[in-house]
């Protein structure tokens, strides 16, 4: 069992080396003004060619895992450049695997990396909200299917309770998507 334990540790290091990576891509691309609206963001994304859906699902994965942008506007920016059903894909992909990779690393580092991903004030605000509540399970998958509810936060603190991963990624899949292809749809609509 020592390699599987090492070979796990290995992968947790890569897979924290690659976010933190990613998350210097990003910031950069912040620096360089690439955030600043939807065209900016639009002609940034469209500046990789063929590889601009994939950078909207890499944009979209770490705006959860580092919540400074408005997942809102990813979902504005695909549907404008790939249509409704490209910009749902991209955002669905990208989205629900940054709440993966949140939930994991929540569970993984535990509350201390969360109150440092969470400013204090909210933090406290839902862990109060969240000992208040009998039904997590079912107040998380109600937050996870409206719009406008604060689904990165909620993803960082699921990983510190007991809730399965693979609960937790069911959720994911099947309350995520109906927000998405709503805004998708709407914002398609809009762009033409």
């Known amino acids: 069992m020592p390699n599987a334990l090492q070979f796990k ?8 080396l690659l976010l933190v990576l990613c998350g210097l891509f990003l910031f950069q691309g912040y620096l360089d003004g690439h955030f600043r609206s939807m065209e900016s963001l639009q002609a940034y994304i469209g500046g990789f060619g063929p590889l601009g859906p994939l950078v909207l699902v890499l944009i979209q994965a770490i705006q959860v895992v580092l919540p400074v942008l408005p997942g809102f506007l990813g979902c504005i920016v695909g549907a404008g450049m790939f249509g409704a059903m490209g910009g749902f894909w991209c955002n669905y992909i990208g989205i629900s695997a940054g709440s993966i990779i949140a939930f994991l690393l929540a569970r993984r580092f535990g509350v201390g990396l969360v109150r440092c991903m969470i400013p204090m004030e909210k933090y406290t605000r839902f862990t109060q909200w969240l000992n208040q509540r009998e039904s997590f399970t079912l107040v998380l998958f109600l ?8 689904d990165d936060f909620l993803c960082y603190f699921s990983g510190l309770t007991g809730m399965s991963t693979k609960k937790f990624t069911w959720i994911i899949l099947l309350g995520k998507p109906w927000c998405i292809l709503g805004y998708s749809l709407f914002f398609a609509y809009l762009a033409k």
Do not use: N
Not at 9 to 15: A, C, D, R
Not at 143 to 150: C, G
């Open 9 to 16: 540790k290995f992968l947790t290091w890569f897979l924290v």
């Open 143 to 150: 937050a996870i299917l409206l719009p406008l509810a604060p």
